[in-house]
């Protein structure tokens, strides 16, 4: 006979395992326990990533592995795929506690008592006969209502809730006030499909974040610490040679211009600073478009004013620190006997601007036409914006000294 506590002490392991995994990690970890120990591991990771590990797993165990769960919570597994990636649908569980309207405090009490052993109950949904969401019960109106009451005399009427459809982040701005531990989920027509977690919600939302920064750097989201080494090459390596690549044309812009730097030396020692001056002036432009898009700030038709905006940012940053720019140009060029110091450090100043000005544009831009191309938005983007800065600095400062002094 198995030791219950030997079982719960080998459940927590596998679920403390899965957890540091990336989802085909997890799947493949998973593939030779049995269906019971799936499903618990799955419900642990909770429903967005369970349903990521689920969809992995061989297709002929899906059924089982949803029947192993208690009280019908795998059924959310095989529903999951009618609702878009990040939606609240994905998010949502079955709703354990509904009743109707005229159940009786006494009835719902004893009908309660089963339901809470098996699962987490936190509210008691009412609904009508065609199951459309008509109020909601908290356990403290229970405690304090007669036995004989009825579960309308003691409900919130009309109580707020979310749409399946509705994406995560509109649904936060939704909830962000209210602070319910769970919200029920209506369809269209108002009927009960499920419950989505508060908690799980802003979990989610802080994992997308937190996933952010590395997808602008070519990391995929689903890579963990845990995850094995040769996966993690294959998610990182092919962004590299797309690095690789737009490396190559930031060095042909450099190539181009080589009879320039033979002949002023001098100008390959300031390409690394308008690189580096321009690249960090689209990163902010790239955070703050990426962090409004992720908010839902940038609504139709405000594209165009943020990019104009973050051009002037740009233009006005670069104007500032080219000044200082410049007067390093010009003690340099001073030092070394050059006749053209003065042009030189007027030259670096333009440059200067014009590379901070594009770089603002393109930090601005990059993620819009990624998400136009039906692409995450900030997957890679910083790959694409070091290439547009460094090709826009080393042809603007190299091409005004070509033009204005050989």
């Known amino acids: 006979?198995?030791?219950?506590?030997?079982?719960?002490?080998?459940?927590?392991?596998?679920?403390?395992?899965?957890?540091?995994?990336?989802?085909?990690?997890?799947?493949?970890?998973?593939?030779?326990?049995?269906?019971?120990?799936?499903?618990?591991?799955?419900?642990?990771?909770?429903?967005?990533?369970?349903?990521?590990?689920?969809?992995?797993?061989?297709?002929?165990?899906?059924?089982?592995?949803?029947?192993?769960?208690?009280?019908?919570?795998?059924?959310?597994?095989?529903?999951?795929?009618?609702?878009?990636?990040?939606?609240?649908?994905?998010?949502?569980?079955?709703?354990?506690?509904v009743f109707g309207a005229n159940t009786t405090i006494a009835s719902a009490i004893k009908q309660l008592r089963e339901i809470v052993a098996q699962t987490l109950v936190t509210y008691v949904f009412v609904v009508d006969a065609d199951r459309r969401l008509?109020?909601?019960?908290?356990?403290?109106?229970?405690?304090?209502?007669?036995?004989?009451?009825?579960?309308?005399?003691?409900?919130?009427?009309?109580?707020?809730?979310?749409?399946?459809?509705?994406?995560?982040?509109?649904?936060?701005?939704?909830?962000?006030?209210?602070?319910?531990?769970?919200?029920?989920?209506?369809?269209?027509?108002?009927?009960?499909?499920?419950?989505?977690?508060?908690?799980?919600?802003?979990?989610?939302?802080?994992?997308?974040?937190?996933?952010?920064?590395?997808?602008?750097?070519?990391v995929e989201k689903e890579e963990r610490i845990a995850t094995p080494f040769l996966r993690s090459l294959k998610f990182r390596h092919p962004w590299l040679q797309l690095n690789l690549f737009t490396a190559f044309i930031a060095a042909a812009v450099v190539g181009y211009f080589q009879g320039t730097i033979d002949k002023i030396i001098i100008l390959a020692v300031f390409l690394p600073v308008l690189a580096g001056q321009s690249g960090n002036t689209g990163c902010q432009a790239l955070a703050v478009t990426l962090r409004g898009m992720t908010l839902g700030e940038l609504k139709a038709g405000r594209a165009r004013a943020m990019v104009i905006k973050e051009a002037a940012l740009g233009a006005a940053n670069g104007a500032l620190v080219g000044i200082i720019a410049g007067a390093g140009m010009y003690v340099m060029a001073s030092a070394q006997g050059l006749d053209d110091a003065i042009a030189l450090s007027i030259i670096t100043w333009a440059a200067m601007v014009v590379s901070c000005m594009a770089s603002g544009i393109a930090g601005s831009t990059v993620p819009l036409v990624l998400k136009r191309l039906g692409a995450d938005p900030a997957t890679a983007s910083s790959i694409f914006l070091t290439t547009a800065t460094d090709v826009a600095s080393m042809t603007m400062f190299l091409g005004l000294a070509t033009i204005f002094i050989l």
């Not at 006030?177 to 508060?198: E, F, I, S």
Request: aromatic share 8%; hydrophobic share 45%; proline share 7%.
């Open 134 to 218: 008509t109020g909601v019960v908290a356990f403290r109106e229970m405690l304090f209502a007669k036995p004989e009451q009825t579960l309308a005399e003691i409900m919130l009427k009309n109580p707020f809730s979310l749409k399946p459809e509705t994406d995560l982040v509109d649904a936060m701005r939704e909830v962000v006030t209210r602070h319910y531990p769970v919200y029920p989920v209506t369809d269209a027509n108002g009927r009960l499909v499920g419950v989505v977690r508060g908690q799980v919600m802003f979990e989610q939302q802080a994992f997308e974040i937190s996933a952010q920064a590395g997808s602008m750097v070519g």
């Open 1 to 97: 006979m198995t030791d219950p506590q030997n079982a719960d002490a080998t459940n927590a392991d596998t679920n403390a395992a899965v957890r540091d995994l990336d989802p085909l990690g997890a799947a493949q970890y998973l593939a030779d326990f049995d269906d019971a120990a799936v499903a618990d591991a799955l419900l642990a990771l909770g429903p967005v990533r369970g349903f990521e590990v689920f969809e992995l797993l061989p297709q002929a165990r899906h059924a089982r592995i949803a029947r192993a769960a208690p009280s019908g919570l795998g059924e959310q597994w095989l529903e999951c795929p009618n609702y878009e990636e990040g939606s609240v649908g994905r998010l949502m569980e079955k709703s354990p506690a």
